[in-house]
């Protein structure tokens, strides 16, 4: 009968902590940011259908990143149990504190288990209060450990590089505008270059506590970002950059005084218009010889100097 190999627990878990961040770092970031009117979700996404933050109830929210499967499990589950809780006792029993704790007993449970893989998730779980002073934001790993964050917080792929722009830059009490231009500029910043990322590409929800509806969550529409973002500069290489709309009126139009310019007038003198294939004066024949009609010269490209 063969033994089975002897593993340690302390490397065990080493090995499964490994395991999850590296899932965990493949995906894209998440930033939550904390403004005057409640609190910002952002995050680098292309689909439009699977979602990275969602509603849980009236004032909660939920964001994540990682393995979209394993997080959709838990986004439902903490949906049933808030719908259940809110219908047994009160809706104000329904706590976004509640909700990072039944998620850290889940999440642990898993990851200390030796029957199956640990989850490559990481959450945030937030609530919006009546002030700035009562929000929540909890963020909970994939091992369950949970953390009361305060201000921003980021999570998933470059996040020690979204977060140090973030805390570089990051204003309290800030405006949704300020917050929302703060949050996808820090999604694009990189250590080589900074990206400007399409609105498509971008998905943005907030908790607004000035709503008067019982649900603060309200999801940022393309259009409505697109206003907030305003003009972040050209997003195709052949797209006019500042310097060129900057050049000024002489960078339109030819010079009256070039010499180059065949319309000249300036030194009482008419140059002989040329045909551009083969460079002879277009009039240029015997006198039997009709004179062809000018041809005028192929229009400037986009990225033409003018």
């Known amino acids: 009968m063969s033994m089975p190999f002897y593993v340690s627990p302390e490397q065990l878990m080493k090995d499964r902590a490994d395991f999850a961040r590296k899932g965990i770092a493949r995906g894209r970031s998440v930033v939550t940011v904390q403004y005057a009117e409640g609190i910002l979700f952002a995050s680098e996404n292309p689909s439009q259908a699977l979602h990275k933050v969602s509603e849980i109830y009236d004032r909660i929210a939920f964001a994540a990143v990682g393995r979209y499967n394993e997080f959709e499990n838990l986004r439902i589950a903490g949906v049933r149990l808030a719908d259940m809780r809110g219908y047994a006792y009160d809706r104000r029993d329904v706590t976004g504190r509640g909700l990072a704790n039944a998620y850290a007993q889940t999440l642990g449970t898993i990851f200390s288990s030796g029957g199956e893989k640990p989850y490559e998730v990481e959450i945030f779980v937030a609530e919006v209060g009546d002030t700035a002073a009562d929000d929540q934001i909890f963020r909970l790993t994939y091992d369950g450990q949970v953390a009361d964050e305060q201000g921003f ?55 607004d506590r000035t ?21 972040r500069g050209p997003s195709s290489p052949g797209a006019p950059s500042p310097e060129d709309t900057q050049a000024g009126p002489a960078s339109n ?23 551009p294939l083969t460079g002879e004066p277009a009039s240029g024949g015997g006198a039997d010889q009709d004179p062809e009609p000018p041809v005028a010269p192929p229009a400037p490209g986009p990225n033409s100097p003018l």
Do not use: C, N, W
């Open 153 to 207: 917080a980021v999570m998933g792929g470059a996040s020690d590089v979204v977060a140090a722009y973030i805390r570089e830059h990051y204003v309290t009490d800030s405006s949704l505008q300020d917050v929302v231009r703060l949050a996808v500029a820090a999604l694009g910043h990189t250590a080589d270059q900074d990206r400007v990322i399409d609105v498509e590409d971008l998905e943005v929800a907030i908790l």
């Open 211 to 231: 709503r008067t509806q019982p649900r603060k969550f309200v999801r940022l529409a393309p259009g409505r970002l697109q206003g907030l973002l305003g003009e």
């Open 253 to 275: 139009d030819a010079s009256p005084d070039d010499p180059a310019d065949p319309t000249d007038q300036s030194s009482g003198h008419v140059a002989p218009l040329e045909d």
